[in-house]
């Protein structure tokens, strides 16, 4: 081994400290302050000194928030987050990862990382290839172990936070919702590293490379089922303030929330379309049958084929987004001989039947019209 194999490792791992840290936005806004934001994006005159750019034409700098990374497209550079700080300040990789750390308060020191910085999932590397994914078997066997870890432990904090939306705990119940308390997290994990190999739990996203579990922040927990059994899971936050307020496993969403539920439904039933966890459990709490989508722009053809023996109708969210959603997704059902109805209330679900003392008459009473309507 060369001799400075240690350093190299130390350098690695700091520079994965920093991107499990490292706020993107208010990072780049600091050397762009005129950047323009576009979603998770940011445009921008490329102040990169080498690149000797005029000041005048078009912006020529891209910066991905989700991923921290910029590509300036009249020079073709680009790079992550350590690379800008090297052109910015003619550093070495070395220098730029010292000095960003420092920048952020992060030391090199193993014991004087705080539980959270450990618990961080790890940071998307682009030059890393994602490990295999388990077998289907092996992630399910995992999911239920952790919810079953979880629902051994005090639940009333989630419940307590569930009721507030007008989530009832029947509900909670039926969909599997666990939650554990900040102050059981080395117990659930201790747990989960007594059942698994963590090579298994870190492939599953479970766990992350420190061998922490990183449903640290993200404690209560939403499963998707297949069959019964949990394949998938969200989390969610319950604090203010925690940015990003969700966390899952590693993997694409799987399917709709709740579709499971629908097998035990009788062909023709009605079943509504919406956006997310809290209106799909609050529809679920008012005995309506409801499946849900994981942001408004979600749905995937293949995920039509359990819904096609349904009436269904989208109640979505009354934003743009969700309103051009409900018109895709009216022409992807119609695109396959299915009917897609829709409801446009004025907020979403949640908020409806939480401001309306007769929401459920008044949803039933859309529901008709709206199935009543002819495309
Ligand atoms: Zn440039």
């Known amino acids: 081994m060369p ?10 791992e700091l520079r994965d400290e920093i991107k499990r840290v490292i706020d993107y936005r208010s990072f780049y806004l600091r050397y762009c302050p005129n950047a323009n934001q576009s979603g998770a994006r940011l445009q921008t005159l490329c102040p990169i000194p080498t690149h000797r750019h005029s000041g005048q034409g078009h912006p020529s700098l891209s910066i991905d928030l989700t991923r921290g990374l910029f590509h300036c497209f009249s020079r073709d550079e680009g790079g992550d987050a350590i690379k800008f700080y090297e052109l910015m300040h003619g ?18 020191k193993r014991s004087t990382r705080t539980l959270a910085q450990r618990a961080a999932p790890d940071p998307m590397d682009e030059s890393q290839p994602e ?30 936070y569930l009721a507030r939306r007008g989530i009832d705990a029947r509900t909670i119940r039926r969909a599997g919702i666990a939650y554990f308390p900040r102050r059981a997290y080395r117990r659930v994990m201790r747990r989960m590293l007594d059942s698994f190999p963590l ?23 939403f499963p998707f089922r297949v069959e019964g059994r949990a394949i998938y899971l969200q989390a969610r936050t319950t604090a203010a303030g925690i940015e990003p307020r969700w966390h899952n496993m590693r993997g694409g969403v799987p399917s709709l929330y709740n579709v499971d ?21 609050t529809l679920l709490t008012h005995e309506f049958a409801a499946v849900g989508l994981v942001g408004a722009g979600g749905l995937k053809p293949e995920w039509l084929a359990p819904l096609a023996r349904f009436r269904v109708v989208s109640a979505l969210d009354p934003d ?5 959603a409900a018109v895709a997704y009216e022409e992807l059902f119609a695109a396959r001989g299915l009917r897609l109805a829709r409801i446009a209330l004025p907020t979403d679900v949640n908020d409806f039947f939480r401001q309306h003392p007769a929401a459920a008459v008044e949803f039933q009473l859309l529901t008709e019209t709206a199935l009543e309507k002819r495309p």
């Open 199 to 221: 090579a298994e739990l870190q492939r599953s996203g479970l766990f992350n490379t420190r061998a922490h579990l990183t449903f640290y922040r993200h404690r209560l927990l």
């Open 131 to 160: 490990p295999e994914p388990l077998p289907r078997a092996r992630i399910a066997a995992i999911c239920e172990a952790f919810l079953k870890t979880c629902r051994a432990e005090e639940q009333t904090e989630g419940i307590n």
């Open 91 to 108: 550093a070495t990789y070395s220098q730029a990862v010292c000095a960003l750390a420092r920048d952020l308060g992060l030391d090199n």
């Open 3 to 12: 001799d400075d194999a240690p350093q190299l490792t130390a350098l690695r």
């Open 261 to 281: 539920a629908l097998n035990e439904l009788p062909t023709g039933h009605v079943v509504y379309l919406v956006e997310g966890f809290t209106d799909t459990l």
């Open 320 to 324: 743009a987004a969700g309103q051009r």
